[in-house]
């Protein structure tokens, strides 16, 4: 995904863990952020909402292997501008993220 997103002019910052992305504290330039749903054990959806709490705007797009009508609302619940299910095209992720630049 990263080689992805830079081959098509993004620049990314991955990051290891929720906590990690939960700490690095600068998201002002940040375009969006992806996050899967399964982050090993934690959910993403959940992470979303602990960084709306801390006021991070920036908006989200998740992915996904593990589809469900639950899994679905709650991504649309949390303010998501796209919800990906794997394998998707690498075209439906710079399409998404094209368009969290343009908004």
Do not use: W
């Not at 002002?28 to 399964?38: G, P, S, Y």
């Not at 009508?69 to 796209?82: K, L």
């Amino acid at each position: 995904m990263n080689r992805l997103l830079r081959e098509h002019g993004f620049a990314a910052t991955l990051f290891d863990s929720a906590g990690a992305l939960l700490h690095h504290g600068s998201f002002d330039k940040a375009i969006c952020i992806v996050l899967d749903i399964d982050l090993n054990g934690r959910s993403g959806i959940d992470l979303r909402r602990q960084l709306a709490k801390e006021g991070v705007t920036a908006p989200v797009i998740y992915i996904t292997g593990n589809d469900s009508s639950a899994n679905r609302a709650a991504a649309v619940a949390s303010g998501c501008i796209a919800y990906l299910v794997k394998p998707f095209t690498a075209e439906s992720l710079i399409e998404s993220v094209a368009r969290a630049s343009a908004a």
